[in-house]
């Protein structure tokens, strides 16, 4: 009785060397479309990337002073902000393992030149107002900094509240101060990207209703935050730094009461205070293309 042909032991190994052979070349084919994808990802920079605090920092349920400014300059934006973050670093050991300085910008502007963001993707935030943090560092990690315009900074609210010293006569790249932190940045960042563009801002005027002073009136350790403005306005000047000056004669500060027109705590601004910032930054860049 006739049966099924048997099959040729050679006939079923080609055929195997074939399936192996077009697996790895759809795999490598996958594999070379990602990589490409990524690049292509990578290289689509926005033309300015914000660093800052919770100023800038996106809220739930807000549009920010970094939507509204895209919205009025026609730049693409990056918000690169993190409450609750300083300036310069608060570990005075001189160690970069103290995890509240992982996002400071003395950290942070190492990670962005070296594009090495393992440490920031390492910090897991618990805290209901850190909710963006690790999309945010995911963010900047995917900007390709060599196309980048604009570099925008914005510190020295929580550089002044957590008593962060303002300068250090004998170091004067100490980046647990807040002079050094700022020098070293800027001249980081100008060796790192010598095209992009660097622009500072003032932190805003302050009120603490709750307490009854100003921080014109109270020293959390460092001194009262004019001195902190003073002294960006003052490395701004020795570096030839663009600077926006948010402190003098930005807020109306005649009286207390004067806190609840531009923010809602005294500190963050309130959907007024966003728009007069992002409407301030819109116009200076209009003015200084």
């Not at 006569?169 to 001249?187: K, P, W």
Request: net charge negative; with cysteine.
């Amino acid at each position: 009785m006739g049966g099924m042909p048997e099959r040729s032991p050679d006939r079923t190994k080609n055929k195997s060397v074939l399936y192996w052979i077009a697996a790895v070349l759809l795999f490598t084919g996958l594999l070379l479309a990602g990589i490409f994808l990524s690049e292509e990802n990578k290289n689509q920079s926005p033309d300015m990337v914000i660093f800052g605090d919770s100023i800038f920092a996106k809220m739930q349920g807000t549009r920010s002073v970094s939507d509204r400014l895209q919205e009025k300059s026609g730049l693409t934006i990056l918000d690169g902000a993190f409450g609750g973050t300083c300036l310069a670093r608060q570990n005075t050991q001189n160690t970069m393992d103290f995890s509240q300085d992982i996002l400071s910008m003395a950290v942070l502007t190492r990670a962005v030149a070296s594009e090495d963001f393992l440490a920031q993707q390492s910090v897991k935030m618990t805290e209901p107002v850190t909710w963006y943090f690790e999309g945010t560092v995911d963010e900047i990690d995917a900007v390709d900094f060599d196309d980048v315009g604009i570099l925008f900074l914005d510190f020295g609210m929580n550089d002044y509240h957590c008593g962060i010293p303002v300068d250090d006569e004998e170091n004067s790249l100490n980046e647990t101060t807040y002079a050094g932190a700022l020098r070293t940045v800027i001249s980081l960042l100008r060796r790192r990207y010598p095209e992009a563009r660097i622009l500072l801002a003032t932190p805003t005027y302050s009120w603490y209703p709750d307490r009854g002073f100003t921080c014109e009136e109270y020293s959390f350790g460092g001194g009262v935050l004019e001195d902190y403005v003073e002294k960006e306005l003052e490395v701004a000047r020795e570096y030839g730094v663009e600077i926006l000056d948010f402190y003098h004669d930005f807020y109306p500060h005649e009286k207390m009461e004067d806190w609840n027109l531009y923010t809602w705590d005294g500190i963050h601004p309130n959907d007024a205070g966003r728009e007069k910032i992002a409407s301030a930054i819109a116009d200076y860049l209009e003015e200084n293309p």
